[in-house]
Every structure is written in structure tokens, then in C-alpha cells.
């Protein structure tokens, strides 16, 4: 405990230790994965159907392991995507619909996905 202006103050930190996250990493993918689950049954509760999931981003490409973890808890397929730059992809694609068809873009966020992104 430190003590700053007569109040105390906790401060927590955590080291990483080789071998003590490989062996409860896992499991904290698990528990985020269980938190995932409980928005899509929330979802599917309410009549939105959920049948596939969509991943993006470098955790997504890298880690093999939390992508399986996150399908078998989820019980869906994951998809991820083949761009290492995902938002700045979808910036693009809406600024290709801003622009439109006439100014060498594209009318609809369908059309100009189907152009310029994939899975």
C-alpha cells in the first residue's frame, strides 16, 4: 500500500512468470469465450439468429488456439479475415460508397465489399 495525500492507495500489478500464463492462459481465453456465449444466447433469445462468427485483427490471425477455444464454446464457425488491417479496409469501403459509383467508387457497402474485400 502506498499512502498519497493521507489516502491509501493499492496498487496491483502482474509479472509474468515463464510457464504460469502458459498454463492459465487457456483458461482466461475460456472465461472470455463463456462471455461471449452469453451475448449470443442473449441474442438469439431475443429472435436474432446467430450462425457464424466473424473475427478480425491480429489476435484473430495469430493465436490458432483462442479461435478454437471461442468455436467450441460457442458452439459457431469463426471466419476470419484475411486483412491484417480491417478497420482501415472498412473505412475504405465506406469512403468507396461516399464517393459512388460515378466518381469511380461504389453505390452500395454490398458492392463495394464484395470488390475490394475477402475473406
Known amino acids: 500500500m502506498e499512502v498519497e495525500n493521507g489516502e491509501e492507495i493499492c496498487c496491483c500489478t502482474v509479472e509474468y512468470k515463464h510457464g504460469i500464463m502458459d498454463k492459465y492462459l487457456p483458461d482466461l481465453i475460456e472465461t ?6 452469453i451475448i449470443i444466447e442473449a441474442f438469439e433469445g431475443g429472435g436474432v ?5 466473424y473475427a478480425a485483427g491480429g489476435i484473430a490471425q495469430k493465436n490458432e488456439m483462442m479461435m478454437q477455444i ?6 459457431k464457425e469463426i471466419h476470419i479475415s484475411s486483412s491484417k488491417q480491417a478497420p482501415a479496409l472498412g473505412a475504405a469501403l465506406f469512403g ?8 469511380g ?8 465489399s464484395e470488390h475490394m474485400s475477402r475473406l
Open 32 to 37: 472470455t469465450a463463456f462471455g461471449t456465449r
Open 96 to 103: 468507396a460508397v461516399a464517393a459512388g459509383a460515378t466518381r
Open 49 to 53: 439468429p446467430i450462425n457464424e462468427l
Open 105 to 112: 467508387g461504389y453505390d452500395t457497402i454490398e458492392s463495394a
Open 70 to 75: 471461442y468455436a467450441d464454446v460457442t458452439n
